[in-house]
C-alpha cells in the first residue's frame, strides 16, 4: 500500500487574488485547494496575520483507504522531524496569539486593495470629549508605515490636482414634482400664520376606535418607541378640532434642522437643546427620512424596503402638534402665546451629506451627478427653514467614526490601511469623474472601508448654499462646544429666536456632562499613528481651506487643532 503526506501553503497577499505552493514548491493554480488533496479528511492548523492576511494552512492526510500504520514505519529520523516541526508550529502559533505581537509575522507591504466591509449608516453622533485623546507609544508599523508616505502622497496630490468647486445647476419646482407627487398632494404651499412652526390643518376621516399609527413604518420596524406612540394613539382623539360634522388634525414641519455632521457633537447638542421649554423635536432623534426612509432605506446592505410615506414622518411631531393646537385652541391670549412660540426641531445628522439613494430612483443623471438633493425638497416646501451644522477637524472626525462604527480588529494599523484604501479608490473615481460625482457616488462611498466623504464639508455646504442664504445657517466646530458649552448654546437660543432661560434650566443644560461619549474600550486603543494624521490633513487640507474661505473664518481650517 502506498501512502502520502500533502502539506499545502497558501500566500494570501489580499483577500482578492490568492497564490498555493504545493510541496514541490510550484504554484497551483485555479481552485483554491491542493489537487492532490481534494478537500478530503483534513487537519488544518491556521496562522492568521492581519496586514498581508498571511495564511499558512499545514493539511496532515490520508489518502483513499489507506491507514496510518505505515506512518508508524517511518525511519526514526523523520518521524522525529515530522513531530519536531509540528511542534514549532504550534509554539509559534500559541505565542502569536497570546501576545498579540501581530507584527512580528507580517511581511511589510505598502497599501493595497482589500474586501471593502459594509459601510454603517445609522445613528450617526459624537460629543464633545472625543476630542480629549490618549497617548500610547509607537509601533513598529508606525515607522514602517513613515516609508509608504511618498506614495500615499502622490496618490493625495492626483486628488487636490482634480479638485474643482463648481456650481450645480438646480431643478425647478415642476421637476420635484414629478419625483414626489404624493409628497407634494399632502404638504401644502402655505402655512397657518399664528404658529412659529410651519402646521397645517387636514382632515382625518377615521373613526374614534380607528388608530391612526397603525401603519405607521417607524412604529412597526422598531419596538423602542411604540411605548412613544401609544402615548400619542391614547391622547389623539382628544388633539383633534371638530367643524361641519368633520375631524380635523394638525400636522407640522420642523422649523428647524442639525443637518450635521456625524460624530461632531450633533447629539450633545440636540440633548441640551432639548432641555429649552420652547423646543420640541420628533418623537425620533435621527428619523433619517429626508436621506433614507423615504427611499425605503434602513440599511443599503440591506437593499430597499417599503418606502416610509410623508405620513409616517409627519406622525412624528404629533406631540408638538398636539401642543400647538392646544395653545390655537387656547381661550387666553397668554396660553396660546406660549404655546404657539414652540419651535419643532428634527436632528438626522444624515441630512445635509448623505444622498446614496439618488442612484435607485433618479436616472437623468448629468456625467455621474445627482440631478436631485435632499436640499432641493426641503427648500421646496420651506424656503425658509433654519439650519445648524456641528463641524469638526475632519481627521479627527474619520478616527471617531472608525472606532465607533468598527465591529471588531479595531486598531491604529487597521485604521491607516482602510485610509489609504479609501484613498486609492477616491483617487481612481476622480480620474474619470468630477468632485461632485464621486462625493455622491454610492458605489464608492459603499466601497470605502472608512467614511473618507463625510469630511469633505466644503463640497455639501456649497451645494446646500446654492438652495437655501448663508443667513438661514448657524454653523458651529465642537471643539468651539467642548470649550465653552454655554456660549454656543447662547448662539444656538439667538440663532431661534428663543427665549431666555431661568438660572436653573440655564445651570442644567450647560453643566450636564457630554452625550454620546466614546466607549473606554474605543479610548484605549489610543489616538491614530502620527503618519495617518499627517496623510489626512494633507487630503482634507485644499477642502477645509474652501471651508474658512466660505465662512470667512480661519478657525474651520483647522490648521491649528
Not at 198 to 203: K, L, Q, S, T
Not at 482 to 487: I, L, P, R
Request: glycine share 6%.
Amino acid at each position: 500500500m502506498r501512502h502520502c503526506i500533502n502539506c499545502c501553503i497558501q500566500l494570501l497577499p489580499n483577500n482578492e487574488h490568492k497564490q498555493q505552493v504545493g510541496c514541490g514548491g510550484g504554484p497551483l493554480h485555479g481552485h483554491l485547494e491542493c489537487p492532490a488533496c481534494k478537500g478530503e479528511n483534513k487537519i488544518v492548523l491556521r496562522v492568521d496575520g492581519k496586514q498581508m492576511n498571511l495564511l499558512a494552512v499545514l493539511e496532515v492526510r490520508a489518502e483513499g483507504n489507506e491507514s496510518w500504520g505505515r506512518f508508524l514505519r517511518f525511519k526514526k529520523g523523520k518521524r522525529c522531524s515530522l513531530v519536531f516541526g509540528l511542534m514549532i508550529m504550534t509554539l509559534v502559533m500559541a505565542s502569536y496569539i497570546l501576545s498579540g505581537a501581530h507584527q512580528e509575522l507580517l511581511i511589510s507591504s505598502p497599501f493595497h486593495y482589500g474586501a471593502f466591509p459594509s459601510n454603517p449608516s445609522l445613528m450617526d453622533g459624537e460629543n464633545p470629549s472625543d476630542t480629549k485623546e490618549h497617548h500610547h507609544q509607537p509601533s513598529v508599523n508606525n515607522i514602517s508605515y513613515v516609508k509608504d508616505y511618498p506614495s500615499i502622497k502622490l496618490i493625495i496630490n492626483s486628488i487636490t490636482a482634480r479638485i474643482e468647486f463648481t456650481t450645480r445647476q438646480l431643478p425647478d419646482r415642476e421637476d420635484l414634482k414629478k419625483q414626489e407627487l404624493h409628497m407634494f398632494s399632502v404638504i401644502p404651499n402655505k402655512f397657518l400664520p399664528n404658529s412659529k412652526s410651519p402646521c397645517w390643518y387636514e382632515e382625518f376621516t377615521g373613526r374614534n376606535t380607528t388608530d391612526p399609527y397603525l401603519t405607521n413604518s417607524y412604529v412597526l420596524y422598531s419596538k423602542r418607541f411604540r411605548s412613544t406612540f401609544d402615548a400619542l394613539r391614547k391622547a389623539f382623539w382628544g388633539h383633534l378640532s371638530h367643524a361641519s360634522g368633520k375631524h380635523f388634525r394638525l400636522r407640522c414641519l420642523p422649523r428647524f434642522y442639525i443637518i450635521g455632521q456625524p460624530k461632531c457633537g450633533t447629539t450633545d447638542l440636540y440633548d441640551r437643546l432639548r432641555l429649552h421649554p420652547e423646543v420640541k423635536f420628533s418623537a425620533i432623534k435621527e428619523p433619517h427620512w429626508w436621506t433614507r426612509k423615504r427611499f425605503g432605506i434602513v440599511r443599503l446592505r440591506d437593499g430597499l424596503r417599503d418606502r416610509y410615506p410623508v405620513e409616517d414622518y409627519l406622525d412624528l411631531f404629533d406631540l408638538a402638534a398636539h401642543q400647538i393646537h392646544q395653545g390655537l385652541q387656547a381661550g387666553s391670549a397668554k396660553e396660546e402665546s406660549r404655546m404657539t412660540r414652540i419651535l419643532i426641531g428634527e436632528a438626522s445628522a444624515s441630512t445635509m451629506w448623505d444622498n446614496n439613494a439618488w442612484t435607485f430612483f433618479y436616472d437623468n443623471s448629468t456625467d455621474g451627478e445627482p440631478p436631485f438633493l435632499t436640499q432641493d425638497f426641503i427648500h421646496a416646501f420651506q424656503p425658509d427653514a433654519k439650519l445648524i451644522v456641528m463641524l469638526r477637524d475632519p481627521v479627527e472626525r474619520l478616527y471617531s467614526d472608525y472606532l465607533y462604527f468598527a465591529s471588531s480588529n479595531k486598531s491604529a494599523d487597521d485604521f491607516h490601511e482602510k485610509v489609504t484604501e479609501a484613498l486609492q479608490l477616491f483617487e481612481n473615481c476622480m480620474l474619470g469623474y468630477s468632485l461632485r460625482a464621486c462625493v455622491y457616488n454610492n458605489t464608492l462611498n459603499n466601497a470605502m472601508p472608512v467614511r473618507l466623504q463625510v469630511g469633505l464639508y466644503a463640497v455639501y455646504l456649497l451645494d446646500w448654499l446654492a438652495v437655501f442664504n448663508k443667513e438661514q445657517f448657524l454653523i458651529l466646530r465642537l471643539e468651539d462646544h467642548a470649550s465653552n458649552v454655554k456660549y454656543t448654546m447662547n448662539r444656538v437660543f439667538q440663532f431661534l429666536n428663543l427665549g431666555p432661560l431661568g438660572e436653573k434650566q440655564e445651570t442644567l443644560m450647560t453643566k450636564s456632562p457630554a452625550s454620546n461619549a466614546r466607549r473606554p474600550e474605543d479610548r484605549n486603543l489610543g489616538p491614530m499613528w502620527p503618519v495617518t494624521q499627517r496623510i489626512l490633513q494633507d487630503f482634507y487640507g485644499p477642502f477645509n481651506t474652501r471651508l474658512a474661505q466660505v465662512l470667512a473664518d480661519e478657525a474651520f481650517a483647522w490648521r491649528k487643532t
